[in-house]
């Protein structure tokens, strides 16, 4: 993986304690992990406690006394990062001294990262996620004496530990041992060969939205989960985001930007015991997402699929205030107008959304369109009912300009360039009659 020319301060920090690690440099190691630093080891299956930085710092001296110092080669296939986190895939590669079956240590691994903010981040917990059946092969190594013999020389810190003396057997220089290595793409496709439930367990530390993007197995395996997992992952994105950014925003408002978010996923949210209390002056965002495909064709991202998923939104019984219709500048409105999606148009205008954001940017995408009927829409308020029998015409919706019959006449739209002019009261000016003797002609 190529690493990027300017790292962040906490990539940085975390690609110096990989380095470290290589070349078992505790001094380095001892500068990286917090006072409070700990160590876990995932799955459970692998028997493995928790290790605090004190125990964690003498594990790597016992190790690199066992290895005789020999080095660790650490490939970082991806890593992930977040504010606060960093999620690296690695092969492991420990070389050493005994040319024996068990002399060679090849194992892949994920290490989940957390890290304190600042310019100088520190290391305060590492998660790693280990295969199991080579953790075992090494820990039965070790306690047999096969890996190496003890040296003598090893300090454990000091100018030479990042510098492995020369192997030696005999009189003669021998090499470092070079393990068999799998082809690139077999050792990408491990990590989609764990365990679903080991998977999640990643995916809930990690909060990753690439992680479901590596293969298709895994965007498989993500997309199918229960609306629980789905819940749970949203939840845990809200709180770190709100972590990193301050005071939490609408719960309401971040989840339904998630594609997986559905109703289910929305009604178990906020169900939960430790639902953070919505803002009861502050309505919930509509989401982009719902109304960014519209016009695209086919059953998906249509408004027959997106008008459902409105119609519970408006009438949810938890929603202190229903969502906002002018949410993003009146993006929900421009968007159902450009598709021509009629009956959205009316919802959303019924529900209070106003044709008048973004200079009547609505009204401009009708006219664009040569759709009279959107045009009225747009513009005419419907009546106001004052009895069984009367009904009070109301004010416009919004005000019609001589730009708007302008651009009328400029998109042949005749129809409408006549209804602005004889309905609505507009004057052309002297360009805009100078275009319509043109069209006439």
């Known amino acids: 993986m190529a690493i990027p020319d300017n790292p962040s301060p906490q990539l940085s920090a975390v690609l110096r304690m990989l ?6 440099d505790l001094v380095t190691l001892d500068q990286l992990f917090a006072p409070d630093f700990v160590h876990e080891t995932l799955p459970a299956s692998a ?37 606060g986190k960093i999620w690296a895939h690695l092969w492991q590669t420990r070389f050493t001294r005994k040319e024996t079956a068990n002399g060679v240590i090849d194992n892949e691994s994920i290490f989940l990262i957390a890290l304190t903010s600042g310019d100088h981040p520190v290391i305060t917990s590492v998660k790693e996620f280990v295969d199991t059946k080579s953790s075992e092969g090494f820990r039965k190594a070790a306690s047999s004496g096969i890996l190496t013999q003890h040296s003598p020389k ?20 021998t090499p470092l041992p070079t393990p068999p290595r799998p082809p690139m793409d077999v050792r990408k496709d491990l ?23 590596t293969s298709r197995r895994l965007h498989a395996i993500f997309a199918s989960a229960s609306p629980h997992q789905k819940a749970d992952y949203i939840f845990g994105r809200h709180l770190a985001a709100a972590a990193h950014a301050g005071p939490p925003g609408n719960l309401v408002s971040h989840a339904l930007r998630f594609p997986l978010c559905t109703l289910a996923v929305l009604d178990i949210l906020l169900a939960r015991a430790d639902c953070p209390p919505l803002p009861p002056e502050e309505p919930p965002d509509l989401p982009r997402r719902l109304f960014r495909r519209l016009g695209e064709g086919g059953s998906q991202g249509g408004a027959d699929n997106v008008l459902p ?33 009629t009956p959205l148009v009316r919802f959303l205008l019924d529900h209070g959304a106003s044709p008048r954001r973004k200079d009547a940017l609505a009204v401009t995408l009708a006219i664009k369109r040569r759709d009279l009927a959107l045009v009225r829409l747009l513009v005419e308020a419907p009546p106001e009912k004052s009895s ?8 416009d919706r919004v005000e019609v300009t001589s730009e708007m019959l302008k ?18 009261g507009c004057v052309p000016d002297l360009r805009t009659l100078a275009l319509l003797s043109t069209v006439d002609s």
């Not at 110092?69 to 650490?74: A, E, F, G, S, Y």
């Not at 069984?388 to 004010?395: A, H, I, T």
Request: hydrophobic share 40%; proline share 9%.
């Open 191 to 213: 990590l989609a060969t764990l365990p679903v439930e080991l998977l999640w367990e990643i995916q809930f530390y990690a909060l990753s939205d690439t992680l479901p993007l």
């Open 47 to 83: 028997k493995e406690p928790p290790r605090t930085r004190e125990e964690e710092l003498l594990l790597i001296q016992f190790m690199a006394r066992l290895m005789d110092r020999d080095p660790l080669k650490l490939e970082v296939y991806d890593t992930v990062e977040s504010e």
């Open 407 to 424: 651009l009328a006449v400029r998109c042949r739209a005749r129809d409408i360039a006549e209804y602005l002019i004889n309905e609505k």
């Open 309 to 341: 998923m409105l119609r519970a939104l408006y009438a949810h019984p938890r929603l202190l205030k229903p969502p906002d219709p002018n949410s993003h500048a009146g993006y929900p409105l421009a968007r159902a107008v450009l598709a021509g999606a």
């Open 388 to 395: 069984p029998c009367k009904r009070r015409k109301r004010s």
């Open 19 to 24: 380095a470290a690690l290589a070349v078992w």
């Open 154 to 173: 090893f300090s454990g810190t000091g100018s030479d530990s990042s510098h492995p003396e020369p192997v030696r057997d005999g009189d003669a220089t």
